[in-house]
T-cell receptor, first 114, second 114 residues
């Protein structure tokens, strides 16, 4: 079955430090890849997405992600985190042969140390 | 352009009552998706609808749950005879099309069953 894995349930980083959140997906046809952020008690906001083209994608709030087909990964990065980045981050994938259904990772909760 | 609207934002029900959750998609979007998020878990797909049609309800429990997206008006997720295990956040998303079109999320309805 197609699946999306976010191996880190929680990540703690110091404010100002760099961040990388991991996302791997199972083999499938060409995927569309998304990262969403969910602040406490809020809905989900799209950070960035990859459909085709340049494998390094820039998103909002200073985030970027790199699609690596050989590793089936789409890791999210930010060079310097701010306290306001504390939230839960979800990776989601649409596989072309599943047509429309977003397959979700379980999420990574980001904690920022002052 | 208003985003995806969901109401109510919070809903409290006693066991055995009915819960009705509403979702108005973004203007120009005719595809609606419902997801459930249990505490400390990721999102789980429930149902995908287009106007007047249920396209995929593979994620929806067979009993007590139903969804509709009428020609006029919002999409409704209906839960009959609620039980404590139905307590969760229910998110609606909409997209212009399918096949990888970005889904935009509403703020969610948090259902608490006493």
């Amino acid at each position: 079955a197609q699946s999306v894995t976010q191996p880190d349930i929680h990540i703690t980083v110091s404010e100002g430090a760099s961040l990388e959140l991991r996302c791997n997906y199972s083999y499938g046809a060409t995927p569309y890849l998304f990262w969403y952020v969910q602040s406490p008690g809020q809905g989900l906001q799209l950070l960035l997405k990859y459909f085709s083209g340049d494998t390094l994608v820039q998103g909002i709030k200073g985030f970027e992600a790199e699609f690596k087909r050989s590793q089936s990964s789409f890791n999210l990065r930010k060079p310097s985190v701010h306290w306001s980045d504390a939230a839960e981050y979800f990776c989601a994938v649409v596989f072309m042969d599943s047509n429309y259904q977003l397959i979700w990772g379980a999420g990574t909760k980001l904690i920022i140390k002052p | 352009n208003a985003g995806v609207m969901q109401n109510p934002r919070h809903l409290v029900r006693r066991r055995g009552q009915e819960a009705r959750l509403r979702c108005s998609p973004m203007k120009g979007h005719s595809h609606v998706y419902w997801y459930r998020q249990l505490p400390e878990e990721g999102l789980k797909f429930m149902v995908y609808l287009q106007k007047e049609n249920i396209i995929d309800e593979s994620g929806m429990p067979k009993e007590r749950f139903s969804a509709e997206f009428p020609k006029e008006g919002p999409s409704i997720l209906r839960i009959q005879q609620v039980v404590r295990g139905d307590s969760a956040a229910y998110f609606c998303a909409s997209s212009r099309g399918q096949g990888g079109e970005t889904q935009y999320f509403g703020p969610g309805t948090r259902l608490l069953v006493l």
